[in-house]
Structure formats: structure tokens, C-alpha cells
């Protein structure tokens, strides 16, 4: 079974602070993506990666960035956190076949006050 | 403009009882993928259950099957003998072409009643 593991299942931050969260994928999937989940939107992708540094903004880029030096490994980084950021963030992976579907981590729920 | 919609936000279901969620699609591309996942209160996203564009045959996978009406633009989840263990929010999503992206619904949850 694919495991995606999200190094965080609930975060608090500061506003201002710089956030990183982590996830780790163990199939050897070329593709990995970070979606953001809040009621009533659904998931909207913030970001994803198709290869080892390299990256595509997705729908909501404002304010995060990442970064996939390993190709098991793809991080999401909040400059600067601010309270409407304040989500369930969820990393995904998939083989990049076209009818393949994504795995998801468990979330991270981040809290920024 | 959203290019998944689910119009039902909430439902409730008798157990063992059928239950239709909704899902309409918007796009252009005449190649696509349709997506199923069930997230339970615990957090984590499950897939259920894929429809391709040109498939000929709705897609079945236990109790859940894809009710597919291409010119509909619909791909509504029907699960079948409802059990308690299938309360959870439902998304339906959509890839087009040969797009990286997954585009998810607003999403529906379902509670099963005893």
C-alpha cells in the first residue's frame, strides 16, 4: 500500500511565523501535490511537482512556496503565516498515469493565531 | 467558473437504504477523468472509484457505482446497502486531458442513520 505521511497532524503558529510542513511518500511517485481543504471550497491545490525541483503553481499560490529536493519528499513553506492560512493542508501523490488516482496523508491541521 | 459542482451538502440515509450523490462536471476537453473519495471524521482521503470520459461501461467497485450521463455532464456516486461506517464527506473530482491537476467539488456529507 502507498504511504504518504504528513510529519504533522496539528500545528500553532504565531502570525509572521515561518511554517514548514513535511510529507513523504514511500512509492516512488513522480508526482506530489499540496491541496488546502476548507468547508464549504472543497480542496484547492496550492502547489504541486511532477519531478525533483521541479514545481507548478496551482490554483491559491499567494503566500507559500515549495520545495522537492528528494524525490520522495515534498515541502510546503508559509513565509510568513498569517490567520487565513489557518486550513487543513493535505500532501498528495500519484504515478502520474492518467487515470491514476491521488494518495493522501492524513492532513495537517494548521492553527495560525 | 467552478468545473465540479455538488449541489447536496448534506444528506441523511436509512442504513441498508441506497444513497445518490450529485455531480456535475464542466468541461471542454473531450478526455477526462471522474474521481470518487469518501473522507471520514478521522481526516483521510480514500479513493472510491474512477470513471474515464471514453469508457463504455459505468464503473462498479463493490457497493459504489458511477451513475456516468456524458451529456449530462453528471458522474452522480451511487452506494448501495448503506452501512453506519459509510458516514463521511463524499468528493467527487476531475482531471482533464493530460493535466496534473485534480479539480474537487465543494463536497457532501452523508450520515447514516441506525
Known amino acids: 500500500d502507498v504511504k504518504v505521511t504528513q510529519s504533522s497532524r496539528y500545528l500553532v503558529k504565531r502570525t509572521g511565523e515561518k511554517v514548514f510542513l513535511e510529507c513523504v511518500q514511500d512509492?516512488?511517485?513522480?508526482?506530489m501535490f499540496w491541496y488546502r481543504q476548507d468547508p464549504g471550497l472543497g480542496l484547492r491545490l496550492i502547489y504541486f511537482?511532477?519531478?525533483?525541483?521541479?514545481?507548478e503553481k496551482g490554483d491559491i499560490p499567494e503566500g507559500y512556496s515549495v520545495s522537492r529536493e528528494k524525490k520522495e519528499r515534498f515541502s510546503l513553506i508559509l513565509e510568513s503565516a498569517s490567520t487565513n492560512q489557518t486550513s487543513m493542508y493535505l500532501c498528495?501523490?500519484?504515478?502520474?498515469?492518467?487515470?491514476?488516482?491521488?494518495?493522501f496523508g492524513n492532513g495537517t491541521r494548521l492553527t495560525v493565531t | 467558473a467552478q468545473k465540479i459542482t455538488q449541489t447536496q451538502p448534506g444528506m441523511f440515509v436509512q442504513e441498508k437504504e441506497a444513497v445518490t450523490l450529485d455531480c456535475t462536471y464542466d468541461?471542454?476537453?473531450?478526455?477526462?477523468?471522474l474521481f470518487w473519495y469518501k473522507q471520514p471524521s478521522s481526516g483521510e482521503m480514500i479513493f472510491l472509484i474512477y470513471?474515464?470520459?471514453?469508457?463504455?461501461q459505468n464503473a462498479t467497485e463493490g457497493r459504489y457505482s458511477l451513475n456516468f450521463q456524458k451529456a449530462r455532464k453528471s458522474a452522480n456516486l451511487v452506494i448501495s446497502a448503506s452501512q453506519l461506517g459509510d458516514s463521511a464527506m463524499y468528493f467527487c473530482?476531475?482531471?482533464?486531458?493530460?493535466?496534473?491537476?485534480?479539480?474537487f467539488g465543494a463536497g457532501t456529507t452523508v450520515t447514516v442513520r441506525a
Open positions: 468541461t471542454s476537453d473531450p478526455s477526462y477523468g
Open positions: 498528495a501523490s500519484e504515478t502520474g498515469d492518467n487515470n491514476s488516482p491521488l494518495h
Open positions: 470513471q474515464g470520459s471514453y469508457d463504455q
Open positions: 473530482a476531475m482531471r482533464e486531458g493530460q493535466g496534473y491537476k485534480l479539480s
Open positions: 512509492m516512488d511517485h513522480e508526482n
Open positions: 511537482s511532477y519531478d525533483v525541483k521541479m514545481k
